[in-house]
C-alpha cells in the first residue's frame, strides 16, 4: 500500500513541475513594429503583405514581431528603437 501512495505522490509532482514549467514559458507578449528582419515578421505588415515572412525590409516599419512584454522600446536597430505602434 506504500508503494502504491509513494508512486502516486511522485506522479503528482512530476504533473505540478511540468504544468509550472509550462506556465513560466507562456510569458506575456506584444506586437513591436520596426524590428522584424526582412521576411521574419508576424502576420499582416501593412500594405502590400499578407502574413508572416513578407517584409520587404530590414526594420520595415510597419512590420511586427511578438516580443516580451515591456521590452520592445529597448530594442535598438539601425532605424531606431523598436515601437508599440506602426512607423511610417
Given amino acids: ?3 502504491t501512495h ?3 505522490a511522485a506522479t503528482l509532482a512530476l504533473t505540478l513541475c511540468a504544468g509550472a ?3 513560466e514559458a507562456k510569458k506575456p507578449t506584444e506586437k513591436c513594429y520596426g ?3 526582412a521576411g521574419q515578421n508576424e502576420c499582416a505588415a501593412g500594405a502590400g503583405t499578407s502574413c508572416a515572412g513578407t517584409a520587404k525590409k530590414d ?3 510597419d ?3 511578438l516580443v516580451e512584454k515591456g521590452t520592445c522600446t529597448s530594442i ?3 532605424q531606431g528603437y523598436g515601437s508599440l505602434t ?3
Avoid: C, I
Wanted: charged share 15%; no cysteine; net charge positive.
Fill in 1 to 3: 500500500m506504500k508503494t
Fill in 6 to 8: 509513494t508512486a502516486l
Fill in 21 to 23: 514549467q509550462a506556465a
Fill in 35 to 37: 524590428v522584424a528582419l
Fill in 59 to 61: 526594420y520595415q516599419g
Fill in 63 to 65: 512590420a511586427w514581431m
Fill in 76 to 78: 535598438k536597430t539601425p
Fill in 86 to 88: 506602426p512607423r511610417k
